[in-house]
């Protein structure tokens, strides 16, 4: 199963959701979309507009590969859970965001081996097909944080 995220934003993705509507049809593989506030209409994914965090983890999770905009927070909980991630940021010249801000976010995954990043729709067959297997070694950086102030602490205290 593929699962695909939007996000909150009140702005549409009709590239992508047509784009992931043409895989669906192509690979014939279920498709599941959280479309958001997004309108457009698909003939072969399941869709539905907001779920509670715990059963979108759930699909996360269930997941083979999940393709996401490039929201911070849709981004973390792919890589929490090891799944190989796929980042299409929302872009300003098609009216999806009001900034290209998304743009850094998609970059940094990319150049960290995290996932892959797409600015061509038509590239999302291709990336679902054969998506880069999870960043095994990625860990929240309050984590790390938390490990090293534990061990300072414990090296005082002993």
């Not at 996000?7 to 498709?31: C, S």
């Not at 393709?67 to 859970?81: E, L």
């Not at 872009?91 to 900034?99: C, D, I, Q, S």
């Not at 309050?142 to 090296?155: F, P, Q, Y």
């Amino acid at each position: 199963m593929i699962f695909v995220t939007l996000g909150t934003m009140h702005l549409g993705f009709p590239r992508l959701v047509r784009q992931m509507d043409e895989v669906a049809a192509e690979t014939k593989e279920r498709v599941v979309i959280q479309i958001g506030h997004e309108n457009t209409a698909t003939e072969h994914c399941e869709q539905f507009s907001f779920r509670p965090r715990d059963e979108m983890s759930l699909l996360i999770e269930e997941a083979r590969v999940v393709v996401t905009h490039a929201g911070i927070g849709s981004v973390i909980d792919v890589m929490k859970a090891g799944r190989p991630l796929v980042v299409v940021p929302r872009l300003k010249r098609f009216g999806e965001h009001n900034t290209d801000h998304q743009l850094d976010l998609a970059r940094a995954v990319e150049r960290r081996g995290w996932g892959r990043m797409v600015l061509e729709v038509d590239e999302l067959n291709d990336l679902c097909a054969t998506p880069r297997p999870p960043h095994a070694a990625y860990r929240p950086a309050k984590d790390s944080l938390i490990a090293s102030v534990r061990e300072a602490i414990g090296e005082l205290t002993s």
